[in-house]
């Protein structure tokens, strides 16, 4: 069964902006925590960004706080990236993850890519120099 969809992704310039959705099939969003992770080629799986279900926590990777955004819209079943300021080391492969009973994210945990049992297909996000 097909859980995550990922879309968004494209070629952009240095300090532009993209907004990426992942679209939640099989279970309901609104109890469901979603994570963004990222790999660039010849690198090791990133994670980007964590939403927790309710009023839990959200995280983000060091590397891009203050430039993404994640949202969601448990009504359309989506969980959304906006990124600005995008740059050229943001250049990778985007994908979104779940897991059946993942409701909470965990500081230190939530980067972590080997818990997660359901990933999307990827969308490339490439910054040109």
């Known amino acids: 069964q097909e859980h995550l969809v990922e879309s968004g992704g494209g070629l952009v310039q240095p300090g532009g902006s993209l907004r990426l959705s992942c679209k939640v099939s099989?279970?309901?969003?609104?109890?469901?925590?979603i994570s963004w992770f990222r790999q660039a080629p010849g690198k090791e799986r990133e994670g980007v960004s964590c939403?927790?279900?309710?009023?839990?926590?959200?995280y983000y990777a060091d590397s891009v706080k203050g430039r993404f955004t994640v949202s969601r819209d448990n009504a359309k079943n989506t969980v959304y990236l906006q990124m600005n300021n995008l740059k050229p080391e943001d250049t990778a492969s985007y994908y979104c993850?779940?897991?059946?009973?993942?409701?909470?994210?965990?500081?230190?945990?939530?980067?972590?890519?080997?818990?997660?049992?359901?990933w999307g297909q990827g969308t490339q996000v490439t910054v040109s120099s």
């Open positions: 099989v279970f309901t969003l609104d109890y469901a925590a």
């Open positions: 993850a779940t897991g059946p009973f993942f409701e909470r994210c965990a500081e230190q945990v939530w980067q972590k890519y080997r818990e997660y049992d359901f």
């Open positions: 939403i927790s279900s309710g009023d839990g926590p959200t």
